[in-house]
Nanobody, 116 residues
Framework: QVQLVESGGGLVQPGGSLRLSCAASGIIFSVKAMGWYRQAPGKEREMVAR???????EYTDSVKGRFTISRDNAKNTVYLQMNSLKPEDTAVYYC??????????WGQGTQVTVSS
C-alpha cells in the first residue's frame, strides 16, 4: 500500500514563501514522476509542477520562476518551494505519484492560503 503524506501548507502574506513536503511510503517502483497539483474553489485541479524519474521538471506557466520542485530519493520525498506567493496561488495542494502502468496515487491535500 502506497501512502503520500503532505506537510507545509498554511497562511502566508502576498510575497511570502512556503515549502511543501510530500513523503511517500510503501512499495514503490516504476516511478514515472512525482508532482504537485492544486485545486482552488470552483476550479478544476491543475498540474503545478512535476519532476520525472530522470530529473527533468515541468511547471505550469503561472508559477515559472517562483516555484521550484525538488526531491530526495533516499527519503522518497518531493518538495515544492514556493516564493513570491500571490493570492491566486491559494488552493488545496495535492501530491501525486505517477507510476508506469499503474493508477496514480494522491495525498490528502494541504491548504495554502495567500492573504494579507
Amino acid at each position: 500500500q502506497v501512502q503520500l503524506v503532505e506537510s507545509g501548507g498554511g497562511l502566508v502574506q502576498p510575497g511570502g514563501s512556503l515549502r511543501l513536503s510530500c513523503a511517500a511510503s510503501g512499495i514503490i517502483f516504476s516511478v514515472k514522476a512525482m508532482g504537485w497539483y492544486r485545486q482552488a474553489p470552483g476550479k478544476e485541479r491543475e498540474m503545478v509542477a512535476r519532476i520525472f524519474s530522470g530529473g527533468s521538471t515541468e511547471y505550469t506557466d503561472s508559477v515559472k520562476g517562483r516555484f521550484t520542485i525538488s526531491r530526495d530519493n533516499a527519503k522518497n520525498t518531493v518538495y515544492l518551494q514556493m516564493n513570491s506567493l500571490k493570492p491566486e496561488d491559494t488552493a488545496v495542494y495535492y501530491c501525486n505519484l505517477d507510476l508506469w502502468g499503474r493508477p496514480n496515487y494522491w495525498g490528502q491535500g494541504t491548504q495554502v492560503t495567500v492573504s494579507s
